[in-house]
Structure formats: structure tokens, C-alpha cells
């Protein structure tokens, strides 16, 4: 051991020889992304009087190829908010990463009783994507945060790797914005009024028939789920659903591709 | 107003309305990069109209990416300086990419605050305008891309209105539309507002013609203008509808009507 702290846990180079310090060196161009690698597909979200349901499954795809069946993209935030991630799953991982630190130090260094609500994390989710985007370094992420806002009722929003955000009381991401957004909205026909309307069983059950269309059509897609649904009283978070009542009887009536050739 | 706008279109496969889509003259076909691009295009529109004592500011509250709505109500007009006691007169309107859009807003809503915090006094439009230029030109080679449009009332109490580019040129004007539907609605402005094109009957021939003389407008007129331009651009413009949210700024403070726009 000696006084150069780069030298310090490095093999002696009097018993191994001269250390190769190519390594040691940051000797590569700062590298950003620019494109995502292993991604999730679709996240949905729909309010209802009491609080947030949220969805999305358990794939991790790399491109094409169904990489990684077991892939949980719904986290929660303690005690309500449950934070749904499209996009590519290593920033996922790092964004789930940077939650904790915060949680941890909201927990030492805040007083007593206060909490991030959804609405707080939002706001500082979309700061953290908004300034990665501006220093040309994006975490390739579409997120819906789910939970409830200062005064208690369901908060629903989104925000992405440019940093825009919106909010909605029915939200879906990726594929799901094209196939399971119009079909959410029928739950909603006056926007944010009809959400008093809409109980918790028509919530799941809307989103239930969602992922079951987006299973049909999307094909970065997986039957197996993750299923949150958030209240006052806490998250109430199922990891491994299955799609029921799959109904493959249209299969094979389609000819002219695939298997059947005429 | 020439602008960064007409430089060329967004390097995006989304449709982009509210900025030139032609591509600029001197692109060559040599090997092109692809680059993440921070920017995208969230539609909607935005205008300001000033009388003798107000200022109306109104936009649709559509968000859109391409031909996605994300949302239906999502406003892009902001009090500016409002901690709570209702005692702001200047609103901000946003429209373009919608992240830099609250960006900006959140800068500019910091600065009054803080302008009103250390001097015991609100900060007047003059002032505020010429900070919003500062503020868009110090980002000048990486732009919030917004067409930003300012309202309050001026130190003699008449409407005033200040339009921007993205870069921070500005200008003070009677009337000013912006965003996807701006070339919809900017001409209906000038022929109704300022009485471009109108003459008097028989007041004479070929340049004898009298112009007929503009005159400021009462608030219900103006109201009325602002309903049937965005009626009308929400028919023509598909980036253009669901909402239609108004801010109508006096000397006793700012009102705020919502209109419901065609939503489909």
C-alpha cells in the first residue's frame, strides 16, 4: 500500500507486474443513449371515485424477442402511489434506484407526518426526465403515476422522456394509447366528472378487458400482468395475473398468412 | 417575427402544425446521424386581444402527440406571480412543446414572485415582458420551443399584449394568435380587430377609398371574436378542439371562463 489512492486495491505491481491503467482511465467519450435497448410496452391507468387503478404486464422485450418474462413494471412509492414504467427497463431500474434514495431521505430528514403524495412524485419524476432530456441524455421512459393529491382524490398522470406531462382521468401508454385509450374513454363520457360515476369493479374490470385487446394486437406483449389498485387506505398491488377468458376461436378463420396459406 | 420557426421542420415523423414543415434549402443528401430529438409538438392554440381596460387571453386546452389526444383538458394559460391572493394581472400563454412551455412558466412565475417578495410592489408588464424576452434569449441556441404570448394591463391601466418567438423577439400589439391554428385564426383577427381590408362605402375610388377607422372594442365584442375563431379553428384544425379556456384580465382582477369546443 502506498500514498496514491489509485494504486490502492490494485494487484502490487512488484509481485504481478506494471498495472494496465487503460482501465483506470476514463478514457471512452461520455456515452448517452440514443436509442432504448430492453424495453416494456404498454401501461394503463383509470380513476375511479376513490381512487386509481393501474395495469401493465410482465414483459421485458428486446426488440422483437420476448427477452424477459417476469418483469414486474409496477412499483409503488410508500404509502400510496404506484408508479407504472414503458419504455427501456435498465432506466426503469434506475429511476425505481433513485425513488428509494428519496424515500429513505424523506424519512430521515422530513418532520414528522409528511409524505410525497402521487402528485409530488409526478412533479419530480417529469423534473428529473425533463432535465436529462435537456442535457441531450434521456431515460428512455413513459411513466403514469398513480395515487391521490393533496386533498386526497385520485391523481392520474403522465410524463415522459421529453418531460411532458398531462393528466387525464383514463391514460395509457405506448400501444395502449392507439387500442385501449378509446375503450377506457367510453368509461368517462364527461371527462372528469364522470369519475364519481365509476366504482372500483369498473375500473379492474375495464382494464382487465384492455390488457386482453392489447394481448390480442400487441404483439411486444405477455398474458401475464401486474394489477395495482390504489385508495385511501393503501395499495393493493397483484403481480402475477393471468388474462382470463382468452377467446382464440377468430384463429381459425384467418387464412391466407401464417399456417393456413389459402 | 422571422424565426427559427421557418428554419425547417421538426426532424420527427409526427405531423408538426404548428411549425414550417418545408425542409431548408440547404440540406444536402450526405450521411445523416440519427439523433434523439428533445423536442415534439403538442399542438393546440393560443390568442390575445387587448381593449381600452382589459386583455383576453384564450386558448384550447387539447394536448396532443401526432394524431393522439393525450388529453382534453390540459390549459395552456398561466397566472403569472399569483401566490394565493389574487392580486396577479398578468397571465402567460404557452403554446408548442408543452414541457418547455411549464418550464418557462415556472421560471417566469419564480422571478415575479421574487421581484414582488424583495421590492413590496407587483411588477408591471413593461418589465415583466422585457424579462420574458431575456429569459427566451438566453436559451437562444437550445430554444423553449414556445410561441409565448403576455397579457395585463399596462401603468395606464389600457389592455396590453406582448407577443414572442421562440428566441425572445417580442412586440407590443393589439391582437396576436398563435400555435397550430395561428394562420387560421390570425387573419380573422386582423379584418375583425383591427379592420384590415374594411372601408367605408362610397368614400371615395381606388386610393381615395377610406379605411374605416379602428376603434377599441368592448369586452363582450372581443369575447364573442374569441368564441367564434376558435369554433371555427377547431372545424379546419385537427390539433385544435375539446375546450376552449379564457382569462379575461381587468383592473379588478381575472376572470376565468370555460367553454366547451367540439371534441372530435
Known sequence: ???????????????????DNSYFQASAPQTHTQSPAVTGTSVLGVKFKDGVVIAAD????????????????????????????????SDMQYLDRLLQSLDIRENYLSSYGHVLNAKNLHTYLSKVLYKRRSDFNPLWNMLLVAGLDDDDKPFLASADLLGTTFSSPTLATGFGAHLAQPLLRKLMPHDEDSVKDVTKEMAVEAIKACMKVLFYRDARSLDKYSIAVVTKDGVELKEDQKLEDQSWAFADQIRGYGTQVN | MASIMNAGGLPSDQPGYSFSNASAP??????????????????????????????????????????????????KLFRIG?????????????????????????????IVKMYKYQHGKPMSVKACAQRLSTILYQKRFFPYYVHAILGGLDDDGKGALYSYDPVGSYEREQCRAAGAAASLIM???????????????????????????????????????????????????????????????????????????KRD
Open chain 2, 187 to 261: 387573419p380573422f383577427l386582423d379584418n375583425q380587430v383591427n379592420y384590415k381590408n374594411q372601408y367605408i362605402p362610397a368614400s371615395g375610388t381606388g386610393h381615395e377609398l377610406q379605411p374605416r377607422a379602428i376603434e377599441s372594442l368592448p369586452k363582450e365584442d372581443v369575447i364573442g371574436l374569441v368564441k367564434d375563431a376558435f369554433t371555427s379553428a377547431t372545424e379546419r384544425h385537427i390539433e385544435v378542439g375539446d375546450g376552449l379556456q379564457m382569462l379575461i384580465i381587468t383592473k379588478d382582477g381575472i376572470e376565468e371562463i370555460y367553454t366547451p369546443l
Open chain 1, 1 to 19: 500500500m502506498n500514498h496514491y489512492p489509485q494504486a490502492w486495491g490494485r494487484p502490487r505491481d512488484d509481485v504481478y507486474g506494471p498495472y
Open chain 1, 58 to 89: 410482465n414483459l421485458a422485450s428486446y426488440g422483437s424477442l420476448a427477452r424477459f418474462t417476469d418483469v414486474k413494471r409496477l412499483r409503488t412509492f410508500p404509502p400510496n402511489t404506484v408508479i407504472g414504467f414503458g419504455g427501456d427497463v
Open chain 2, 82 to 110: 399569483d401566490d394565493g391572493d389574487s392580486s396577479s394581472r398578468i397571465v402567460l400563454s404557452v403554446v408548442g412543446f408543452a414541457a418547455d412551455g411549464n418550464a418557462l412558466k415556472e421560471r417566469l412565475d419564480a
Open chain 2, 26 to 75: 440547404s440540406e444536402s443528401s450526405g450521411p445523416r446521424q440519427h439523433a434523439f430529438n428533445p423536442y415534439t409538438d403538442n399542438g393546440g392554440s393560443t390568442l390575445g386581444v387587448t381593449g381600452a381596460d382589459f386583455a383576453i387571453l384564450a386558448g384550447d386546452t387539447r394536448s396532443t402527440s401526432g394524431y393522439n389526444i393525450n388529453t382534453r383538458y390540459a390549459p
